[in-house]
């Protein structure tokens, strides 16, 4: 079973600030990383907000990304 975390309990080292970095440029490698995990990643901001959700989270839950990535 996963563990969840939200974005208060993660400290990024330097090295992981690098890689959301690169994620952010290029959305398109970032779309096809996060729909490759079998399990649920929803990645939420500092303000819980959720920015990215794969389709595992969506089954699980029963929503539409669209529904979810609502402000």
């Known amino acids: 079973m996963g563990q969840l975390l ?3 309990d993660i400290v990024m080292a330097d090295s992981d ?3 959301v970095k690169t994620l952010k440029k ?3 490698f970032s779309d096809i990383f996060v729909e ?3 399990e649920g990643l929803p990645i939420t ?4 907000k ?8 969506c089954e ?3 929503f539409v990304k669209e529904e979810l ?3």
């Open 17 to 19: 600030k690098t890689i």
């Open 6 to 8: 939200n974005s208060t």
């Open 50 to 57: 959720i920015i990215i959700v794969n389709s595992s989270v």
């Open 69 to 71: 990535l609502a402000d």
């Open 26 to 28: 290029d959305p398109g």
């Open 60 to 62: 699980l839950i029963g």
């Open 36 to 38: 490759s995990i079998r």
């Open 45 to 48: 901001d500092m303000n819980s």
